[in-house]
């Protein structure tokens, strides 16, 4: 499909990171001090951000991402051809384009080492450029692996946009986003926990949804499925089990999926189903980009 022939309708802006990933496959994550010899090593496409618009494009969904690239990022942009997000956004500028150094352990669990690049290069004058192809209504998501969020986050609230915002990795600089402008806030148990200080899942989802009341929320919760809750709804949904080899873009695939699931207007269980669905198949391959599933794949499988 070619991305700027996406059909019309609600539109959504990911301003988001795309990072090389570096991944090596290790016995253990690796401890102060240690030499470790890796059992494989590989390069795949990542970044919350890219990871993200690819779960939204597969899904279906008309995706637009914006971000920034090095020299080197021509990949990026040939995924996005591929994939079918519109890659108008995307920048190139000097210096190196984000990276990460990922550690797959013998259990698919992993660490990641991240280093920003052309990520934090963002401006106000792109910011603002951007935006102008946007208007009320649209979806805006965010992640934390990119600069500028406050002043995102202020600029598309002015304009009516729809907030998503996925606060990973949770760190000082959210300190300054006034988080009662997000419309739906989607998180794991650990940004949970930074957010409100708790570490039960219920009380994650009561505290958030006091402070922020008309926000609707996301909360992973790994082997324990996901929760959702508004001041209205709560649902749980649990996990399909699979043999999970690689667990990175697990929760990039279950946004990009979520999203588009309230794109198409799908019932709340029915989005959740879908994408844990999606999120369990992508655990089953490696890599974060090229292990995220098409819909077809995910509705055949759900069937
Ligand atoms: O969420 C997974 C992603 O986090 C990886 O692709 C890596 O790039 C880091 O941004």
């Known amino acids: 499909m070619d991305p700027k022939e996406v059909s019309k309708g609600m539109k959504v802006l990911n301003i988001g990171s795309m990072n090389l990933d570096y991944v090596y496959n290790v016995d253990h994550i690796i401890k102060p001090g240690e030499t470790q010899a890796t059992t494989g090593?590989?390069?795949?496409?990542?970044?919350?951000?890219?990871n993200q618009s690819i779960a939204l494009a597969k899904a279906g969904a008309e995706v637009y991402h914006g971000g920034m690239?090095?020299?080197?990022?021509?990949?990026?942009?040939?995924?996005?051809?591929?994939?079918?997000?519109?890659?108008?956004?995307?920048?190139?500028?000097?210096?190196?384009?984000?990276?990460?150094?990922?550690?797959?352990?013998?259990?698919?669990?992993?660490?990641?080492?991240?280093?920003?690049?052309?990520?934090?290069?963002?401006?106000?004058?792109?910011?603002?450029?951007?935006?102008?192809?946007?208007?009320?209504?649209?979806?805006?998501?965010?992640?934390?692996?990119?600069?500028?969020?406050?002043?995102?986050?202020?600029?598309?609230?002015?304009?009516?946009?729809?907030?998503?915002l996925n606060p990973s990795p949770f760190n000082e600089k959210?300190?300054?986003?006034?988080?009662?402008?997000?419309?739906?806030?989607?998180m794991n148990e650990v940004e949970g926990e930074q957010i409100t200080g708790y570490t039960d899942p219920g009380q994650?989802?009561?505290?958030?949804?006091?402070?922020?009341?008309?926000?609707?929320?996301?909360?992973?919760?790994?082997?324990?499925?996901?929760?959702?809750?508004?001041?209205?709804?709560?649902?749980?949904?649990?996990?399909?089990k699979v043999k999970a080899?690689?667990?990175?873009?697990?929760?990039?695939?279950?946004?990009?999926?979520?999203?588009?699931?309230?794109?198409?207007?799908?019932k709340i269980p029915d989005i959740l189903r879908m994408s844990a669905k999606a999120s369990s198949i992508a655990v089953t391959r490696e890599g974060a980009v090229p292990s995220i599933p098409y819909r077809k794949e995910v509705e055949e499988a759900l069937a």
């Open 41 to 50: 090593m590989n390069i795949f496409l990542g970044g919350k951000g890219m």
């Open 69 to 164: 690239i090095g020299k080197d990022g021509q990949p990026f942009i040939e995924a996005c051809k591929e994939y079918g997000v519109n890659y108008d956004h995307i920048k190139k500028v000097e210096g190196k384009t984000g990276h990460t150094i990922i550690q797959i352990d013998k259990n698919a669990q992993n660490c990641i080492l991240l280093f920003a690049g052309a990520n934090d290069k963002l401006t106000e004058a792109y910011v603002d450029e951007v935006l102008e192809n946007f208007e009320a209504g649209d979806i805006l998501l965010l992640q934390n692996e990119v600069n500028m969020i406050p002043y995102i986050v202020d600029k598309a609230y002015e304009k009516g946009m729809q907030i998503a």
């Open 174 to 186: 959210l300190d300054a986003v006034d988080m009662s402008k997000i419309s739906y806030f989607l």
């Open 204 to 240: 994650i989802i009561d505290k958030v949804v006091e402070i922020y009341p008309e926000a609707k929320i996301v909360l992973t919760l790994g082997g324990d499925g996901a929760i959702y809750a508004d001041k209205d709804e709560r649902y749980h949904q649990p996990i399909f």
């Open 245 to 266: 080899v690689d667990t990175t873009a697990a929760g990039d695939t279950f946004t990009g999926y979520f999203l588009a699931g309230i794109i198409d207007g799908m």
